[in-house]
């Protein structure tokens, strides 16, 4: 599990980030200045129409991109590529194919060199998580997608990652699968208390989840509100309290979309 | 926790491979006998239609059925014509894939990882690939005189052929392998700390393994192939070799049994590569051939 530190240090921060890609001869501005600060444990959504760049902030995040100006430190530290102290979940799962559930999952503990028996131990533990002891022999496409989805969580978990990012996760999944994850998704948060920066479009997915939903827009991406959920857990997604965070979060998003009027300032 | 879980099973992670019943074994089973009887049949009416018409034109170029047939099994058992082929079969095929394995394993030792760095690493794609695909054109008969010159007579001008034949289809095939990896995979293993030679011992290399098994199994065809021209450099023994000596000797009935051997030998060794390869890749499900 991974460690539980309160500090005042923010899990994730964000000074500065802005990111410029080349296309064709001329530039596009698709990140313009990001400041954030995420304290640990916390579950943050972001949302925004496609092509905010809301991936694109969680792939510098993630180290796969190096931003145009500004930096990322996850615990203090300033990040330089690729670690694991954050997980990524894909949309797309990105299991390894050749491996079995439990070898996908023991796979970044065996590139610690553990001892082979604790890799075991630590494989077997998680595939137990996501309950996954019956599938654990199988291969990534012997799996339904929902099963793949649970696989990549424990995989970025096993690895002792202390900051989940997950891009759209549970968007390829049809209805019932996704709401069984995010209910899954939520006990494992519980559970683990790591700190999740969860990319998502869908605003009711992000009243579910959320302490915390940040609202991207577009055009170059910037972060165009802030809005702490406080609703208590498990949370009623028929209760009219809910009914009315996920209008104003709905309201906020569509003011987004259309050219941008009234831009509300980060704090 | 899990429990929890696991009380709300999804309909998909039921779906455990079903049993096959009684009915669906004698299914298959039916389809094998079909398969091997046309596979096996069609070669027979080729055998039958080779004998009709060398009855018929009167030939005494082109050997009949029979007598190739009594050829093999003097070339297998001797006995019947008691000259320098008789029972030697095996001592040819042993020598052959010494040739057509060594020209075969070097090629592969080569061509896997020059392979995946190519794939791989952008400076060494730049620096080898318009060399690579001004060589593979060149047929590799052209090379016999200048692998005489580097090698002299004997079995390493033979190796070296079989070698160049079959280093392209496994070197490009590595390459299209690596390059055809989904990106995703190597981000996912370098977030999870795989870094370095271990990216291509356990990522790379295993997620290239279909294509470089593609490349691997027409390689060996092309090893196979090239042996008579391989032992065309004057070694004295080798299916090739005897293929050579029933020219020079006109004995055109030795001549189709090396043909047949070559093909059988070819065919049974392919059928093992592709079972290796069945067995090493049963991950993927597009490889099962």
Not at chain 1, 45 to 74: H, M, N, Q, W, Y
Not at chain 1, 150 to 172: H, K, Q, S, W, Y
Not at chain 2, 52 to 64: K, N
Not at chain 2, 220 to 229: N, T
Request: hydrophobic share 50%; with cysteine.
């Amino acid at each position: 599990m991974p460690d539980i530190r309160r500090s005042s240090v923010p899990q994730v921060a964000i000074r500065g980030v802005t990111k410029r890609f080349a296309v064709g001869d001329g530039e596009v501005e698709a990140l313009g200045r990001i400041d954030l600060a995420i304290e640990q444990g916390q579950f943050v959504c972001l949302i925004g129409a496609s092509g905010c760049g809301k991936s694109t902030l969680l792939r510098i995040i993630a180290g796969f991109e190096e931003p145009t100006s500004g930096d990322v430190a996850i615990a203090g530290k300033p990040i330089t590529g690729p670690g694991s102290d954050r997980g990524m979940v894909f949309q797309d799962y990105a299991l390894f194919p050749w491996m079995t559930v439990k070898q996908n999952i023991g796979f970044g503990p065996r590139q610690r060199q553990l001892p082979r028996g604790e890799v075991e131990a630590i494989a077997a533990e998680y595939v137990k998580l996501v309950g996954l002891e019956a599938a654990a022999n199988r291969y990534p496409n012997q799996l339904s997608g929902g099963m793949k989805q649970r696989v990549a969580i424990a995989r970025v978990l096993a690895n002792n990652a202390g900051t989940l990012l997950m891009d759209e996760p549970f968007g390829a999944l049809d209805a019932l699968t996704r709401e069984q994850l995010q209910r899954e998704l939520l006990q494992i948060w519980a559970r683990t208390r790591v700190t999740i920066l969860f990319v998502t479009h869908s605003v009711e997915e992000a009243a579910l989840l959320a302490d915390r939903v940040l609202v991207m827009s577009a055009g170059p991406g910037r972060i165009a509100g802030d809005i702490a959920i406080d609703l208590p857990r498990p949370r009623d997604v028929s209760s009219p309290e809910f009914n009315a965070v996920r209008r104003d979060l709905a309201r906020r998003l569509t003011s987004h979309i259309a050219p941008a009027r009234n831009l509300e300032t980060v704090d | 926790m899990s429990e929890q879980v696991t009380a709300l099973p999804d309909a998909t992670s039921q779906a455990a491979p079903d049993v096959p019943s009684a009915a669906r074994r004698r299914g298959r089973a039916r389809e094998t006998i079909r398969a091997v009887a046309l596979g096996a049949g069609f070669p027979l009416v080729l055998i039958l239609l080779w004998d009709r018409a060398v009855a018929m034109t009167g030939t005494r170029l082109v050997p009949s059925p029979h007598a190739v047939a009594v050829m093999m099994y003097d070339f297998a058992f001797g006995g019947i014509y008691d000259d320098a082929f008789s029972a030697t079969i095996f001592t040819h095929i042993w020598k052959s894939m010494t040739r057509v394995y060594g020209g075969f394993f070097l090629a592969a030792l080569i061509a896997i990882p020059l392979g995946l760095m190519i794939g791989r690493v952008k400076f060494l794609r730049q620096l080898l690939d318009p060399t690579v695909n001004v060589l593979r054109p060149i047929p590799v008969t052209a090379w016999l005189p200048l692998s005489m010159i580097f090698f002299g007579l004997g079995p390493n001008a033979a190796i070296f052929l079989v070698f160049l034949g079959a280093f392209y289809p496994i070197l490009l095939n590595t390459i299209f392998g690596v390059r055809s990896v989904d990106v995703r995979l190597f981000e996912a293993a370098a977030m999870l700390g795989c870094k370095g030679s271990a990216m291509f011992r356990e990522v790379v290399f295993p997620a290239s393994l279909p294509s470089i098994f593609n490349g691997l199994r027409i390689a060996h065809g092309f090893a196979w192939i090239l042996i008579v021209v391989g032992e065309m450099t004057g070694v004295p023994t080798g299916l090739g070799s005897v293929i050579m000596d029933g020219r020079t000797l006109s004995r055109t009935d030795l001549v189709v049994t090396g043909m047949i051997v070559i093909g059988v030998c070819g065919f049974i060794t392919d059928r093992i590569i592709v079972a290796i390869g069945n067995r090493v890749l049963q991950w993927s499900p597009q490889h099962h051939a």
